[in-house]
């Protein structure tokens, strides 16, 4: 299965800036996937990323304030924009299984503090 | 979309103590995990399964896709067990596409 490197781990930031999340995937993958988990809740996705095409956004998230690069087969950011205490969240990137047998691979995540 | 549904919310055992968990999805799906998130947020897989059972020494699963139900077995329960499970599928009819989550069932496990 493919291993991801996210990065950061966490971060505190004030209100009104923005934080880029990176994934580094040790492999070549088609698609990557961006969720969000605010405290105590499950998991939602933000979107889907493609290499070379625009991201595919969930209804609820718009890209101006999650935009998201995905310039090759093994690497993506998204960003969180303009940021308010509501976005204090888990940020989670996942790959689809490389094999049929495993299922998708998470990030470790990035634990974001907004104040 | 597809809906999960995970029981029981919540679950309080002592050590050593076996539990069941449980998913409901409302479609068929052609992926199904089941995660364990520990207290720092990661999320470990513990079993990929579309169908069938598995078992991976305290832990088993069984997927019964006709019925669109999942189960996790948790014996000889460890404090180390605790943090928040949860089940995710992907709907059937695509090779692709995104895992839909339940809630979750948060597990404390006492010494």
């Known amino acids: 299965s493919a291993v991801i490197s996210q990065k950061p781990s966490r971060d505190i930031c004030q209100r009104g800036t923005s934080l880029t999340i990176q994934c580094q995937v040790d492999s070549q993958v088609t698609m990557m996937f961006w969720y969000r988990q605010q405290p105590g809740q499950s998991l939602t996705l933000i979107a889907t990323?493609?290499?070379?095409?625009?991201?595919?956004?969930e209804s609820g998230f718009v890209i101006d304030k999650f935009p998201i690069s995905r310039p090759n087969l093994t690497f993506s950011t998204l960003t969180v924009s303009n940021m308010s205490p509501e976005d204090s969240s888990i940020y989670l990137c996942?790959?689809?299984?490389?094999?049929?047998?495993?299922?998708?691979?998470f990030g470790s995540g990035t634990r974001l503090t907004v104040v | 979309g597809i809906q999960v549904e995970q029981s029981p919310p919540d679950l309080i055992l002592q050590e050593g103590a076996n539990s069941t968990l449980r998913c409901n999805f409302s479609?068929?799906?052609?992926?199904l995990q089941w995660f364990h998130q520990n207290p720092w947020g990661q999320l470990i897989n513990l079993f990929y399964i579309p169908s069938g059972t598995k078992q991976n020494g305290r832990l088993s699963a069984t997927t019964v896709a006709t019925e669109r139900y999942s189960l996790l077995y948790i014996s000889s329960s460890q404090t180390t067990d605790s943090g928040v499970y949860f089940c995710?599928?992907?709907?059937?009819?695509?090779?692709?596409?995104?895992?839909?989550f339940g809630q979750g069932t948060i597990l404390t496990v006492h010494p």
């Open positions: 990323a493609n290499q070379g095409s625009e991201a595919t956004y």
């Open positions: 995710a599928v992907r709907a059937g009819g695509t090779s692709y596409g995104k895992l839909t």
């Open positions: 479609d068929s799906v052609n992926n």
């Open positions: 996942s790959v689809e299984p490389g094999t049929a047998n495993y299922g998708y691979t």
